[in-house]
């Protein structure tokens, strides 16, 4: 008998933590685009080493400053969302086309390296060859392609927000009470004459 109530408290618990987190997703929706965006940065700042050693062994046209202004850029996006969306106001229209501008550098930066480590692998001349030394160039190349990904998966979450915030909000989260299906209505209209 214990267990049958202890396996319902677990189960109820469950369930009032997704209603907790249905619950505070409808009142900021663009969480979901953030944890992309943390995502996307957390991937390309902890492979940062490979990212760094293949510019060092490619050396190609601004590598570095390509990488220089990804990783900048990946910072200052965080604090551009977080000045977008501020708690319990509309969205500073301002901000977010400036998000929207960094998402598009984040992009043609990712690019531009990630087509200098592809020219320098398949050139005629002297190739960069990947062996067990240098596979951090893969690691990178991959690293860069994911953060791509991510930041591209931000924007288009960005861009469809009015969309599923609306599906969002639409969610029950209220809790049944036992009991209160027989309640009156109460009419306070006599009230306040």
């Given at each position: 008998m214990a267990n049958q109530k202890?396996?319902?408290?677990?189960?109820?618990?469950?369930?009032e933590v997704i209603r907790k987190s249905l619950v505070s997703l409808k009142r900021s929706p663009q969480a979901i685009p953030l944890v992309f965006l943390i995502v996307g940065f957390l991937i390309y700042s902890l492979n940062l080493s490979a990212v760094a050693n293949t510019t060092a062994r490619i050396n190609g046209?601004?590598?570095g400053q390509c990488e220089f202004v990804a990783m900048l850029f990946s910072i200052l996006a965080f604090v551009v969302f977080?000045?977008?969306?501020?708690?319990?106001?509309?969205?500073?229209?301002i901000m977010l086309g400036l998000l929207f501008g960094m998402l598009a550098l984040l992009i043609f930066v990712d690019v531009v390296y990630n087509t200098r480590i592809v020219s320098a692998v398949t050139r005629t001349e002297n190739p960069i060859i990947i062996d067990d030394q240098s596979?951090?160039?893969?690691?990178?190349?991959?690293v860069v392609t994911l953060h791509i990904v991510f930041v591209?998966?931000?924007?288009?979450?960005?861009?469809l927000l009015p969309i599923y915030s609306k599906l969002i909000r639409k969610i029950n989260t209220s809790i049944e009470v036992e009991g209160n299906e027989n309640m009156a209505v109460i009419d306070v209209a006599d009230e306040e004459e």
């Open positions: 202890t396996a319902k408290k677990q189960g109820r618990g469950i369930k046209a601004n590598m977080l000045r977008t969306f501020p708690k319990r106001k509309p969205a500073n229209k596979l951090y160039i893969n690691t990178a190349q991959t591209c998966i931000t924007a288009v979450l960005l861009a």
